[in-house]
């Protein structure tokens, strides 16, 4: 968990330097992909947004055009 992730979430931030250190260095590995925050939501958005998740990896894996990619 990463603490004070205001300004962070749904703004695209690419190829910027991120001004929350955890963050910075989370993004930094290569084995790290970084997702939505997922806490308080209903079952059916925790689905949607884990569904949507997975599938956009799927997408990205293979190449396929991904509409949640800024």
Known sequence: ??????????????????????LYALRSL???ILT???AFYTEK????????????MFDME???PNPHIL
Do not use: F, K, W
Not at 45 to 56: D, H
């Open 62 to 64: 293979s190449g396929t």
């Open 45 to 56: 958005v925790v689905r949607t947004m884990a569904e949507t998740t997975v599938q956009s």
């Open 1 to 22: 968990m990463i603490e004070d992730e205001r300004g962070l979430c749904y703004v695209d931030h690419m190829g910027e330097c991120i001004p929350n250190r955890q």
């Open 30 to 32: 290569p084995n790290v």
């Open 36 to 38: 939505s925050h997922m």
